[in-house]
C-alpha cells in the first residue's frame, strides 16, 4: 500500500510562489499527478508526470506557470507554482496511477493553499 504525504502548501500573497512536495512511502513507478479542489467545485487535474519525466501534462489554467518534476531516488514528486492568483486557492492532492491501472487508485491526505489578493 503506497502512501503519499504532501507538505509545502500554505498562504502566500497573489504574485508569489510555492512548491509543493509529495514523499511516497516507496518507489511509484508509474504516472504521479496533482490535482487540486477548491470550494464549490470538482476536482480537477493540474498536472501529471511519467515515470521517466520524460512526458508531463498541464491544465490550460496553470500552463506556463506551475512545473511538475520528480526525483525517483528520492520517491517524491513536486509542483512549483509561480504567479500564483485568487484561482489557484484550493485543497491540493497528489496521487499515484500504477503502470498497470487506468485511474489513480493512491492519494495523498491534501495540502492547503491560500492565495490572498
Known amino acids: 500500500q503506497v502512501q503519499l504525504v504532501e507538505s509545502g502548501g500554505g498562504l502566500v500573497q497573489a504574485g508569489g510562489s510555492l512548491r509543493l512536495s509529495c514523499a511516497a512511502s516507496e518507489r511509484t513507478f508509474g504516472t504521479m499527478g496533482w490535482f487540486r479542489q477548491a470550494p464549490g467545485k470538482e476536482r480537477e487535474l493540474v498536472a501529471r508526470i511519467n515515470w521517466t519525466g520524460t512526458n508531463t501534462y498541464y491544465a490550460d489554467a496553470v500552463k506556463g506557470r506551475f512545473t511538475i518534476s520528480r526525483d525517483n531516488a528520492k520517491n517524491t514528486v513536486y509542483l512549483q507554482m509561480n504567479s500564483l492568483n485568487s484561482e489557484d486557492t484550493a485543497v491540493y492532492y497528489c496521487?499515484?496511477?500504477?503502470?498497470?491501472?487506468?485511474?489513480?487508485?493512491?492519494w495523498g491526505q491534501g495540502t492547503q493553499v491560500t492565495v490572498s489578493s
Open positions: 496521487a499515484f496511477r500504477r503502470v498497470s491501472a487506468t485511474e489513480y487508485d493512491y
